[in-house]
């Protein structure tokens, strides 16, 4: 085992020895694996977490164009964003030779003073300008992000240590392990850096639905955000 292979199997979020597992695989069925995974999941901080086929993953180009217009803030700024990932047909190459995936949803409710601005009258193109409010809406979203990223992380942690070497986590919008990526160099956490379900052509609403979860689209009171970890 090289070392990226054996940093790999570590938890990218804590320093747990590496001769002690969260869970005990079987290894004898894909499915029950997925299903002990999904537990772990919610023992990790998923709100929610779903065992579910990879053919029911929808993917669709027209995910990446709306990466690119309207033009998201992150676009060609983010190592984990378009068009530095790998695009929609690409990626679609390599979700078919997975079979079994786990769904994972994390919520939070949103702050008062954010709350408040977000029910007033600005549209969205007067709140990307009010670096005010993006300071304290960042400030708070990489929080839930973090979470996110630390369910996503120690599935595909525990996943690999299980010997589902190729396992693969994806997260949510952009990665924000940096404050400023510099998509000039290499990555800086190339351990933990992950591109979103979006990043690289996934429909999440359809594929959230597909996976039984209701959809709650509600701005202004609670945050849903979702990952995915291939199980292979």
């Not at 199997?9 to 499915?31: A, F, G, H, N």
């Not at 009010?130 to 996943?159: C, N, Q, T």
């Not at 952009?174 to 160099?185: I, N």
Request: aromatic share 8%; net charge positive.
């Amino acid at each position: 085992m090289g070392l990226r292979e054996l940093s790999a199997s570590q938890s990218y979020l804590c320093l747990r020895p590496i001769c002690e597992p969260m869970v005990q695989l079987s290894k004898t069925t894909l499915k029950s694996d997925t299903i002990q995974l999904q537990r772990l999941a919610v023992k990790v901080g998923a709100n929610k977490a779903i065992a579910m086929d990879t053919k029911r993953i929808v993917t669709d180009e027209r995910v990446q164009l709306k990466c690119r217009y309207p033009p998201c803030r992150h676009y060609g700024r983010n190592l984990m964003c378009p068009p530095l990932t790998p695009s929609t047909s690409q990626f679609k190459g390599f979700l078919s030779r997975y079979r079994r995936a786990i769904l994972v949803e994390v919520e939070d409710r949103v702050p008062q003073n954010i709350k408040r601005t977000l029910s007033s009258e600005k549209r969205y193109a007067e709140l990307i300008k009010d670096e005010s409010f993006l300071k304290r809406y960042d400030r708070w979203h990489v929080k839930v992000w973090r979470k996110l990223h630390k369910v996503v992380s120690e599935i595909e942690r525990e996943a690999f240590r299980g010997n589902y070497y190729f396992s693969l986590g994806l997260g949510a919008e952009h990665c924000a392990l940096c404050q400023r990526c510099d998509v000039e160099s290499s990555c800086k956490n190339p351990l933990m850096a992950r591109p979103s379900m979006e990043a690289v052509g996934i429909d999440v609403h359809k594929t959230v639905k597909n996976a039984g979860l209701p959809l709650r689209w509600n701005p202004y009171h609670t945050i849903h955000l979702y990952g995915l970890v291939l199980i292979g």
